[in-house]
């Protein structure tokens, strides 16, 4: 669990507890900003429950379209479930938000497929008891009654582990990410970090960090890094590393599957990312001062797709799909219309989310899809 360090009972929002700490170390580093932005108890963003995502939020997911993600995702959990022994029909949700994925999959399972209803236990990762209570109410509330368990991390995850399906839709991209910098006279990276003057929070260039210059992602071929412009930044994010390592470790047989935006290693480094991919919205506006309102703002940036799948392959799991969204979805339609003229009609009075969900203008080709499995 995170070290949140709240030094008294003075320290009642976000910018109160940001200025302790950064007058109490003289900087910190990017990552323990967003950490402490979206996650800290009572204060973070994702500590309020209007974060939930919508048209009144300030970011939009498949979910915000509609049923049918969830209804597609439930087609294609059952795919998988009918080539698993009846003893592996668990489905983990990380990240659950409000819970109207979990939702929207539970009850197309009970109105197509009683006969696995019963055999499947849902189970949703949520670190956050305020969270926790909210999504609590919204299965309350929709007359489900298949059971539903929590667990607030992998560590109180049962030992035998997940025999199923382990799934994340849009976690990824806001976890914690360290900023990094080209210097192209020394010839090396560095670290953003932040500070605190004048009342407001400022960037600042921390001490070298050898784990940091000597990290994986940022080895690039020379030819590159002799061209890359000086003051170029870019993102690492070892807390998606590291839990979708934790995710693999957990799966003992099944699917792990991420649906999320995000670019391969490579595409990191291109002309029109040189101030990187981390990006700050509010009421689905960007806004251009990443430091400015801490709490109030959604921070994300987009997941290295490379690292992550690189992470789960190292675990034993092997990679069975990785592309567009859009492809994905289109894949679970095609399956579920092949000589069945009732989901024709079905998805045909569903067109306008199907598009939204699929269309490259859309979300079909921001967001991707990547499928391990052991």
Known sequence: MPKWGLSGPEMTNIRGILMEEVARRGAISFARFMELALYCPDFGY???????????????????????????????????????????????????HDARLATDIMQWFQAHRPDLTGSIAYTIMEPSARRRQSQQKTLSDSGLTAPVQWFDSWNSLQPAGVRGVIFSNELLDAMPVRRVGWDAKQRQWFEWGVTFHKDDFMWTRLPGDPALIMDTRLTLPRELLDVLPDGFTTEVCPAAVDWWRQAARALQAGKLVAFDYGLTGGEFFTPERKDGTLRAYYDHHLTADLLARPGELDLTAHVNFSAIQNAGEAEGLRTEEFGPQGRFL???VERMCVGNPAFESWISTRSRQFQTLTHPEHLGRTFRALIQGR
């Open 46 to 96: 994702y500590e309020r429950i209007d974060t939930s995502p919508g048209q009144k939020g300030d970011y939009f997911t498949s979910v915000s379209a509609g049923s049918l993600f969830g209804q597609l995702l439930a087609s294609q959990f059952a795919g998988w479930f009918e080539a698993m022994p009846a003893n592996h029909r668990q489905i983990v949700e990380a990240g659950a």
């Open 330 to 332: 289109t894949g679970i």
